[in-house]
């Protein structure tokens, strides 16, 4: 059979890191290393959009689809293309935010909703789809179907106890784009999974909700397998939290070493988790940890404490310390509170620049997501459910004590400060940064980025309706 996997665009109105990077979609990757026996297509539609001409030219049985919440409206323009090419295809969404939110892709032109860790799943309805053509999958755990005007969920499928039964992704199928993904600074980029899920209770984390607040893990031995087939210089370690289980991450260190495996790693962290475990964060160091992003959230403790975040600024203080020992720099997310002022901004700014460990700083909304706890504490609150806006970057509660229009000016003025600050941190003004082929991209995207948080509140004033936009 051909089966499409698409990764959808975001959304028009989405900002961020959608002008600052273009990574391989790595949850396609590894669905298509699922069904290596058939013929298999992946579309990246953040680099090419011509979905029109892959159907006539691919004539796909299946059509599936990943969709992260601001790929939400443009997911089911991919199914609604792919029903008027052909009726007959099956059409097949997955994903984080499908998965948090199955009843958002109710609708005749979807077919499954997959929801959770995907491959057992998707493995199965496409053997019963090759043998049958009938969507009868009533019997399949873990799906959301639409029949008879009906949206209605499946038996719920547990998550497996580790990521081992993963097929190793595959990379061909992105082979097209390689060439052209990258991360801010680096062009030569690949992404890999170790884990899945968190154990923390951050009250506006989607990561815990995704998994029941459980952390799967692959084993390091598959993961130096698959760092071995990986020929990028620049590895991402998409998970929620790799360093949680610090006896694998010793062992995975162990391996990589053995296989003389010669990398540069960015991965995601927590604050307390490198003050506890100092030494390991050094070993990594060693092998090429050069970039860990930790979200430190605010810069003082009773803001830390709003958000349930379980660290202090203490714990923070020491961890960039032990980070900036070892020689690697830090990615710091600060969250934007809605009773912000200038004098917030301010004090934002000038931890930053008393810390030079600190390379590169997001300022980010508070923002209730879709599928979690606190949006339904807040969903009163609410200002907009158009999810294109649901990316970090937009206000989606109403900011207290300046307007809207205001609170995006000053994210925009300290946004400039923060890129100014990593150029000459990162000294990224050097030939071996300014003369790589990305940078006109890069530096397009960075002062679109700057131009769109300037006029934000224009876009996201007027409520949106939860149905596809038109």
């Known amino acids: 059979m051909r089966i499409l996997l698409v990764n959808p665009p975001s959304g028009e109105l989405t900002v961020g890191l959608k002008h600052l990077a273009k990574v391989e979609p790595l949850g396609l990757e590894i669905i298509g290393g699922a069904v290596r026996d058939h ?49 007959s295809i099956l059409t097949v969404v997955g994903g984080h935010h499908a998965s948090l939110c199955p009843h958002e892709f109710s609708s005749p032109l979807i077919d499954v909703v997959v929801i959770g860790e995907g491959v057992p799943a998707f493995r199965e309805i496409v053997a019963r789809w090759e043998k049958q053509r009938s969507v009868d999958f009533e019997d399949i755990p873990g799906l959301g179907l639409y029949g008879d005007g009906n949206f209605h969920l499946t038996a719920p499928r547990p998550f497996p106890a580790t990521l081992d039964h993963l097929p190793h992704p595959d990379r061909s199928l992105t082979a097209r784009y390689r060439s052209r993904y990258f991360y801010l600074f680096e062009n030569s980029v690949a992404s890999i999974q170790t884990s899945l899920g968190c154990t923390f209770p951050c009250n506006f984390c989607s990561c815990q909700h995704f998994t029941g607040r459980r952390f799967i893990t692959r084993s390091p031995e598959r993961v130096v397998e698959d760092l071995k087939t990986i020929k990028e210089e620049f590895v991402m370690f998409c998970d929620d939290h790799t360093f949680i289980d610090v006896k694998r991450m010793e062992r995975l260190h162990d391996l990589i070493v053995e296989a003389g495996i010669r990398k540069r790693y960015f991965a995601y962290t927590r604050t307390d988790c490198v003050v506890k475990n100092p030494d390991v964060f050094a070993m990594w160091a060693k092998i090429g940890l050069v970039l860990v992003m930790t979200g430190l959230e605010a810069i003082d403790d009773s803001r830390i404490v709003e958000v349930n975040k379980k660290t202090s ?23 934007v509170m809605p009773d912000y002022t200038e004098e917030d901004f301010k004090r934002i700014d000038a931890y930053i620049r008393q810390h030079p460990n600190i390379a590169l700083a997001e300022l980010t909304p508070l923002t209730p997501l879709p599928g979690t706890g606190f949006h339904q504490e807040m969903k009163a609150k609410v200002t907009t459910h158009h999810r294109e806006v649901y990316d970090l970057a937009h206000f989606v509660v109403p900011t207290v004590k300046l307007s809207e229009a205001d609170m995006y000016r000053l994210i925009q003025k300290y946004y400039t400060r923060v890129v100014f600050r990593a150029i000459r941190r990162l000294k990224l003004y050097r030939p071996r940064y300014i003369l790589k082929r990305h940078m006109p991209r890069l530096i397009v995207g960075t002062l679109r980025n700057s ?20």
């Open 313 to 335: 600024i203490e714990i923070n203080e020491r961890a960039i310390e032990i980070l900036s020992q070892n020689g690697i720099a830090l990615s710091a997310g600060f969250l």
């Open 451 to 470: 131009r769109l948080i300037g006029h934000m509140h224009v876009s996201t004033s007027i409520p949106a309706p939860m149905e596809v936009p038109r």
């Open 39 to 87: 013929q298999v297509e992946l579309l990246d539609m953040e680099i090419d959009t011509d979905l029109a001409a892959t159907l006539r030219r691919f004539q796909p049985d299946i059509v599936g689809a990943s969709a992260q919440v601001v790929q939400t409206y443009q997911a089911h323009r991919v199914f609604k293309a792919a029903k008027e090419f052909d009726p």
